[in-house]
């Protein structure tokens, strides 16, 4: 088709974002804004228009925007909580969808949108999940190399996101630190992506062992802080952090570690890379950190240029995934990023909840078959309770 129309599900921050990202492509006219909350979907609605576009049409609910307007691709970026009833209506109407991370907040309610979207893949409707730092310049050259086996044995890796959030944050919103719309904490909300490249690099995970707790904040459901042990298939092992009890913030950091290289993604820049097939330095005891051959591996896989019109928005990593999504519907594939792969991601951080409420290791295909489906996971103790 020479035009994809396409509607916006959730007109709020995040999908103020899908629509800057939307717009870098000409083939794309966004047709329809669909909010339960009429002011939001106006508001966007004046955004685009400020931002020279054309004002699309406004619905509270898809299945109006469905029966008034042509529409081939949904993007949902409403609550998580949300988004495997509303995924499963867009597909049911034929139509290619991308939903905001994280996939749902219920692992047997995501393993239902699996299904429907490997059905629908045979009917060449694509189904994608936004984990747009997949698309980084940094994480594609730590994959390639990866996949390229220039790290030789994965054998370690370090994840961590060290965020502030702050009380304010969570009482902004009823949903926000809820188990029913916000599906967990720290790791869960601000993390996922970070699952999904450690996931991503290392491989299927075996067993996690983990603990979780509230420390900074009140009248919030959730964990702000979420420590796990990880053990993937190929034998490596893993450290995963998570927290918005880190004030005032730092970065979002990946350490790569094998028998024949290592890498350091931090704050999406590859900070850190080396691998012992470019030559170079050596030592029996380490480099402890030298040999550093970012620069020559970033050389290989350019930047780049593109700007947000509006410094407030930061649609860089989702105009890359969406570069892909647009493709794989043009070219009847897959694509980059499957719902198979958010399902893990999510299966992961079940593990972790699971792992903390249990107090013992759990097994992720345990996880993953629904064995801990009826549990009812918490916190762990908070300073409060534990006094």
């Not at 097939?277 to 290989?300: C, F, H, I, V």
Request: contains cysteine.
């Amino acid at each position: 088709m020479s035009t994809l129309n396409a509607a916006i599900t959730g007109c709020g921050v995040i999908g103020r974002t899908h629509a800057v990202a939307l717009r870098e492509f000409p083939e794309v006219r966004i047709v329809a804004l669909i909010d339960a909350i009429p002011a939001a979907a106006e508001a966007l609605a004046d955004f685009i228009e400020q931002q020279g576009g054309e004002r699309p049409a406004l619905y509270t609910t898809q299945a109006e925007a469905f029966a008034a307007e042509d529409i081939h691709l949904v993007a949902l970026a409403t609550p998580s909580g949300l988004h495997i009833q509303q995924s499963l209506e867009v597909l049911a109407a034929g139509k290619h969808v991308v939903i905001e991370k994280p996939l749902d907040v219920d692992l047997s309610r995501a393993q239902e949108i699996e299904a429907a979207a490997k059905e629908a893949a045979g009917k060449g409707i694509v189904a994608s999940v936004i984990s747009q730092h997949r698309f980084d310049q940094s994480s594609v050259a730590v994959s390639r190399a990866i996949a390229a086996g220039r790290f030789g044995k994965l054998t370690s890796a370090i994840a961590s996101v060290a965020w502030w959030r702050s009380q304010g944050y969570y009482d902004s919103g009823d949903w926000r630190g809820t188990w029913a719309m916000d599906g967990g904490g720290a790791l869960m909300n601000q993390g996922v992506h970070t699952v999904d490249l450690l996931l991503w690099f290392m491989g299927r995970p075996v067993e996690i062992f983990a603990h979780t707790a509230r420390l900074a904040h009140e009248r919030i459901e959730v964990e702000d802080t979420a420590v796990a042990t990880v053990t993937f298939e190929n034998g490596g092992l893993a450290v995963l952090h998570a927290t918005t009890a880190a004030y005032p913030g730092l970065t979002v950091r990946v350490q790569l570690m094998g028998s024949e290289g290592s890498a350091v993604v931090d704050n999406d820049r590859l900070q850190y890379f080396h691998s012992r097939d470019t030559g170079g330095a050596s030592a029996d005891m380490g480099l402890q950190g030298g040999g550093n051959q970012t620069e020559e591996e970033l050389a290989k896989y350019p930047e780049e240029d593109y700007k947000a019109a509006d410094p407030t928005v930061y649609p860089a990593g989702h105009v890359r995934q969406y570069r892909d999504i647009l493709a794989a519907i043009a070219g009847g594939k897959q694509p980059g990023v499957t719902v198979s792969d958010a399902v893990n991601a999510l299966a992961a951080v079940r593990s972790v909840y699971v792992s903390a409420t249990l107090g013992q290791p759990v097994l992720f295909e345990d996880v993953l078959a629904g064995k801990y489906n009826d549990l009812e996971v918490h916190t762990g103790s908070t300073p409060a309770e534990s006094a």
